[in-house]
C-alpha cells in the first residue's frame, strides 16, 4: 500500500499560480501512474492530469495551464498550476495505482489504488 500526502492548496486569484505537492511512502515500487483528480461542491471527481511511465495525460480544460512533475528521490509528484480561473476551485487529490498507463478514464479503485486526503484549491477575488 502507498500513503499519499497533498499540501500546496490556498487562496490564489484568478490568473494566479499554484503549486501543489503529494508525497507517497510505503510500497512506492509496486504502483505507477500518478495523477490529481479534483471535486468541486457537488460535482462528481474528475481526472485532471497523470504521469506514468509510458504517458502523460491531460484533461483538455487544463493543457497549457497545469503540468505535472515527479520527484524520484523525494517520491513526489507535483502539480503546477498556472492561469487559474474560478472554475478550477475544488479538492484536489493525489491517487496512483499499478497501471502502466494513463487515460482519461484512469481512476484507481480498492483495494490496490490510494489516494490521499485532498488540499483545497479555491480561485477567486
Known amino acids: 500500500q502507498v500513503h499519499l500526502v497533498e499540501s500546496g492548496g490556498g487562496l490564489v486569484q484568478p490568473g494566479g499560480s499554484l503549486r501543489l505537492s503529494c508525497v507517497a511512502s510505503?510500497?512506492?515500487?509496486?504502483?505507477?501512474?500518478i495523477g490529481w483528480f479534483r471535486q468541486a461542491p457537488g460535482e462528481v471527481r474528475e481526472g485532471v492530469i497523470c504521469?506514468?511511465?509510458?504517458?502523460?495525460y491531460y484533461k483538455d480544460s487544463v493543457k497549457g495551464r497545469f503540468t505535472i512533475s515527479k520527484d524520484n528521490a523525494k517520491n513526489t509528484v507535483y502539480l503546477q498550476m498556472s492561469a487559474l480561473k474560478p472554475e478550477d476551485t475544488a479538492v484536489y487529490y493525489c491517487?496512483?495505482?499499478?497501471?502502466?498507463?494513463?487515460?482519461?478514464?484512469?481512476?484507481?479503485?480498492?483495494?490496490?489504488?490510494?489516494w490521499g486526503q485532498g488540499t483545497q484549491v479555491t480561485v477567486s477575488s
Open positions: 491517487a496512483t495505482d499499478s497501471s502502466p498507463r494513463c487515460s482519461r478514464g484512469w481512476f484507481p479503485g480498492t483495494p490496490f489504488g490510494s
Open positions: 504521469i506514468s511511465s509510458s504517458n502523460t
Open positions: 510505503g510500497s512506492t515500487s509496486d504502483y505507477d501512474a
